[in-house]
């Protein structure tokens, strides 16, 4: 078909008086398309219509738009597996005719990076479908700027400690850290400022440093500069969350690291390799991971409450029942609760995310049928010790035992006065004690001290009074 110059030229010379012969020849074209511009008296070329192969799966592809949320791949996918017979140009060709889709984007600006030199990190809200409900979820991504490689996982939340946890993990996924790590100015990264005035908080700076890199942030509203981790967003969200459901969050970050794996393998056009051979030559730049990488955990400090049970986060985790009362140390990771007793690990429990509410029961903490009613009947050791010191204390012990439950540290307390302060001063003012029903034991050693300053602390008489 003429383009529109060439038949702009054929009407002017036919105007001029030229011939059919003389145009075609002076042209180089033929002399019937000649005639038909001079029938035609129109220098616009006429539109092709053609039959489109896509038009009549037209519905079929709406619908799948609708699901796949516009990822075409996908929905190409599924019209092949329906049988329809058309290829993925004739489908991409048909969308962008009839406007099934987003808008061409706007031009972007354009950055290079050296091997090594900069990484981005940056979050995103999605929807995900866990255990059939749909679940926001907070999708990490850590990409280097030189090979595209990306490492992305989801978390129910993003605070410091999954911010911390996910970086550790992303950084030994990738062997290494580059200098910089590019963020979007994250109150979770960052303590004051914004963009190059930015100051990160002091536990994030620290972890950056045991890395070898750096924190820095973008102007506010200049999201071009950090386009290396913003666009894949939009890639993980309708090309592996869109359509697909996961059993719970573990299966949900397996898959994400499997595919993250199958992104970083495959070929790619715009850069004329994948990212796994690009990354190739950025490895040994990469800044080396120290010796040591110390878990990521957040400390908590809880209560074994009378049911055998720790609470975190709304999930009750068991701990050893002979426990109950004591104050355990909690150890939270992104895998498993660890429950500690000073320096000893006493329980570990893979952690749950959902639902809420429930209760993580490990067997082992349950005493033996028949047996926890019997050493719970059991007196603790502290008043079997006191009662052999001075079996008077017997009623007292139990007012006291009534006061303070299954807390131990009072019997301790009450122990050491015992064995500490003279016999005569202690059983006196515990006989007060007993008759006012005080159980306060600071108060009860302020009255001993009483009893004991009258004993051994009289004062001399007046020599007048004692002359008398």
Same mark, same amino acid.
């Given at each position: 078909m003429l ?6 030229t054929? +009407?002017k010379?036919k105007?001029? &008086? #030229? ?13 019937i *398309? $000649?005639?038909?511009v001079?029938? *035609?008296?129109?220098?616009a070329?006429p539109?092709i219509?053609r039959a489109e192969?896509?038009?009549p799966h037209?519905?079929?592809?709406l619908?799948l =738009?609708?699901?796949?949320?516009? =990822?075409?791949g996908r929905?190409?996918?599924e019209?092949?597996?329906r ?12 969308c962008?005719?009839h406007?099934?889709?987003s808008?061409?984007p ?5 950055y290079?990076?050296?091997a ?9 809200? #999605? ?6 409900e749909p679940?926001r979820?907070q999708?990490?991504?850590? $990409?280097?700027c030189?090979?595209r490689?990306?490492f ?5 939340r993003f ?5 911390k ?5 992303a ?6 850290a580059? *200098?910089?790590?590019l963020? %979007?100015?994250?109150h979770?990264?960052v303590?004051? &400022?914004?963009g190059?005035?930015?100051?990160p908080?002091?536990e994030?700076a ?7 890199f750096?924190?820095?942030a =973008?102007?506010?509203? =200049?999201?071009?500069?950090?386009a290396?981790? @913003?666009a894949?967003f939009h890639?993980?969200?309708?090309a592996?969350l869109a359509?697909?459901?996961?059993? %719970?969050w573990r299966d ?10 199958k ?5 790619s056009?715009?850069?004329h390799?994948s990212r796994?051979?690009l990354f190739?030559?950025?490895r ?6 120290p ?5 990521i955990?957040?400390l908590?400090?809880?209560? $074994?409450?009378?049911e055998?049970y720790?609470?975190?986060?709304r999930?009750?985790y068991?701990?050893p029942?002979r426990l109950?009362?004591?104050t355990?140390?909690v ?5 498993r609760?660890?429950?500690? @007793?000073?320096?000893r690990?006493?329980?570990? #429990?893979?952690?749950v995310w959902?639902?809420l %509410?429930?209760?993580?029961?490990d ?6 049928r &028949?047996?926890?009613?019997?050493e ?7 008043i079997? @010790?006191?009662?052999?010191l001075?079996p008077r ?6 007012d ?16 050491s006065m015992?064995q500490e ?5 202690f059983?006196?003012a515990?006989?007060?004690?007993e ?6 034991? %600071?108060? +009860? ?9 009258h004993d ?7 020599? @007048?009074?004692d002359?008398d």
């Open positions: 383009d529109e110059a060439t038949r702009t054929i +009407l010379l105007a001029a &008086g #030229h011939g059919t012969r003389a145009i075609a020849r002076a042209l180089g074209v033929s002399r *398309s $000649v005639r038909r001079i029938a *035609s008296g129109d220098p070329p539109p219509v192969v896509a038009e037209r519905e079929a592809i619908e =738009h609708a699901r796949y949320q516009g =990822h075409l929905i190409y996918e019209l092949r597996a049988g329809a017979e058309l290829s993925y140009p004739a489908l991409t060709a048909f962008r005719k406007g099934i889709g808008p061409p706007p031009p972007a600006g354009h290079e990076f050296p090594a030199e900069e990484m981005q990190h940056d979050t995103s809200p #999605h929807l995900a479908t866990i255990g059939a679940t979820v999708i990490a991504s850590l $990409v280097l030189y090979s490689m990306i992305f996982q989801h978390y129910p605070t410091r400690f999954e911010c946890a996910f970086l550790t993990e950084l030994g996924y990738f062997g290494g580059a *200098s910089r790590c963020i %979007d100015n994250t979770v990264i303590a004051a &400022g914004t190059e005035t930015m100051i908080a002091p994030m620290a972890f950056a440093e045991r890395f070898g750096v924190f820095k =973008h102007k506010v509203g =200049h999201a071009n500069r950090s290396r981790v @913003e894949p890639r993980i969200q309708t592996f359509g697909s459901k996961f059993s %719970d949900l970050n397996t898959r994400a690291r499997e595919t993250a794996e992104w970083n393998a495959t070929y056009n715009k850069l390799a796994r051979e190739a030559a950025e040994p730049r990469l800044k080396p991971l010796l040591h990488v110390p878990q955990y957040q908590h400090s809880r209560i $074994v409450d009378a055998g720790v609470n975190l986060n999930i009750r068991s701990a029942w109950i009362g004591r355990l140390e150890r939270e990771t992104l895998e609760i660890e429950l500690y @007793e000073g320096p690990r006493v329980a570990s #429990h893979a952690r959902s639902p %509410d429930v209760r993580v029961t067997p082992a903490h349950r005493p033996p &028949g047996e926890g009613a019997h719970r009947a059991q007196p603790a050791p502290e079997i @010790e006191i009662l052999q001075e204390l017997a009623n007292y012990l139990v006291l035992k009534r006061q303070i439950g299954g807390r131990r540290a009072p019997l301790r307390r009450l122990l015992l302060y003279p016999r005569e001063a059983l006196a515990i006989a007060l004690a008759k006012y029903r005080l159980f306060d034991l %600071d108060r +009860l050693e302020k009255m001993v001290l009483r009893e004991i300053a051994y602390f009289v004062l001399a008489l007046d020599p @007048e009074d002359h």
